[in-house]
């Protein structure tokens, strides 16, 4: 347990207010406004400072008033270091973010090109999702149109068993702290490619849309994105390889074909 937390408990043996106020109370005078953080934080501290006279209405000395009072000013102290830590250390993070910002815009993936393809995945392994998306789109910059070459019992199995089954649960979240910024339906149903291709694109998109309301997630969405996209490409190289493979074979025995017939004829 925090010292806060300490301090409060002993506070609490004291007479303090019955209920935790969770709004702002009307008043007259000034027009009805939502109830703010501030609201809350001033309003619930202010509570918290010492009634005394109902303090000695339940036969507390003064002393003990005293310390009460005491006890109150040390607790709003632990607060405000614990809110000072909290800022500083998010003041740290933005000088990171700053620093791996420059980094990232020193880095020149043309130069990374060049080297081995395992000595490439290495180097973006350490990369954020953020920037290995923009190197893959780059790279496969035209995998929608290449997708057009699947057929169409290959669109409908993705959509269903991968984008359907493993991807869609990972887009549900809380309410209260909800990055992705709108809710997509998918479509199994579809008349031709590019509605298969446009409905496996759509989680893929709205998991890049993700805003960090909380951070954690906000990546993890991003992840989510990341390998979304290589299982497209896994897939993707899979079947046309498959169909590369199914259409040499059936050069291959049409040239047979072609030779025997040749021979017959001779």
């Given at each position: 347990?925090?010292?806060?937390?300490?301090?409060?408990?002993?506070?609490?043996?004291?007479?303090?207010?019955?209920?935790?106020?969770?709004?702002?109370?009307?008043?007259?005078?000034?027009?009805?406004?939502?109830?703010?953080?501030?609201?809350?934080?001033?309003?619930?501290?202010?509570?918290?400072?010492?009634?005394?006279?109902?303090?000695?209405?339940?036969?507390?000395?003064?002393?003990?008033?005293?310390?009460?009072?005491?006890?109150?000013?040390?607790?709003?102290?632990?607060?405000?270091?614990?809110?000072?830590?909290?800022?500083?250390?998010?003041?740290m993070q933005?000088?990171?973010?700053?620093?791996?910002?420059?980094?990232?815009?020193?880095?020149?993936?043309?130069?990374?090109?060049?080297?081995?393809?395992?000595?490439?995945?290495?180097?973006?392994?350490?990369?954020?999702?953020?920037?290995?998306?923009?190197?893959?789109?780059?790279?496969?910059?035209?995998?929608?149109?290449?997708?057009?070459?699947?057929?169409?019992?290959?669109?409908?199995?993705?959509?269903?068993?991968?984008?359907?089954?493993?991807?869609?649960?990972?887009?549900?979240?809380?309410?209260?702290?909800?990055?992705?910024?709108?809710?997509?339906?998918?479509?199994?149903?579809?008349?031709?490619?590019?509605?298969?291709?446009?409905e496996i694109?759509?989680?893929?998109?709205?998991?890049?849309?993700?805003?960090?309301?909380?951070?954690?997630?906000?990546?993890?969405?991003?992840?989510?994105?990341?390998?979304?996209?290589?299982?497209?490409?896994?897939?993707?190289?899979?079947?046309?390889?498959?169909?590369?493979?199914?259409?040499?074979?059936?050069?291959?025995?049409?040239?047979?074909?072609?030779?025997?017939?040749?021979?017959?004829?001779?």
């Amino acid at each position: 347990m925090e010292v806060r937390e300490d301090i409060y408990n002993e506070i609490a043996n004291y007479p303090l207010p019955d209920h935790i106020i969770t709004y702002r109370p009307y008043n007259g005078t000034y027009r009805t406004r939502r109830t703010t953080f501030d609201d809350l934080v001033y309003l619930n501290l202010k509570e918290l400072v010492p009634n005394v006279y109902l303090g000695l209405h339940l036969n507390h000395s003064t002393e003990d008033i005293k310390k009460w009072s005491q006890l109150t000013k040390t607790y709003g102290n632990k607060l405000n270091e614990q809110l000072q830590s909290y800022c500083n250390d998010k003041l740290m993070q933005i000088e990171q973010i700053e620093e791996n910002t420059k980094r990232t815009n020193k880095f020149d993936y043309k130069k990374v090109k060049e080297l081995p393809t395992d000595i490439q995945q290495k180097i973006q392994s350490y990369l954020m999702p953020q920037t290995r998306i923009i190197i893959l789109e780059d790279k496969y910059k035209n995998i929608k149109d290449d997708m057009k070459k699947w057929k169409v019992e290959h669109l409908k199995n993705f959509l269903s068993k991968v984008v359907c089954d493993v991807y869609e649960p990972k887009c549900y979240e809380p309410y209260t702290l909800k990055c992705l910024p709108e809710r997509v339906t998918i479509y199994k149903s579809c008349t031709n490619k590019k509605q298969y291709i446009d409905e496996i694109f759509k989680l893929y998109s709205l998991f890049k849309k993700a805003v960090p309301k909380d951070y954690n997630k906000y990546q993890y969405f991003w992840n989510t994105a990341l390998k979304m996209f290589t299982s497209i490409l896994y897939v993707h190289k899979h079947v046309t390889m498959k169909e590369i493979k199914k259409d040499v074979e059936t050069k291959v025995e049409k040239k047979k074909k072609f030779k025997v017939v040749e021979k017959n004829n001779s």
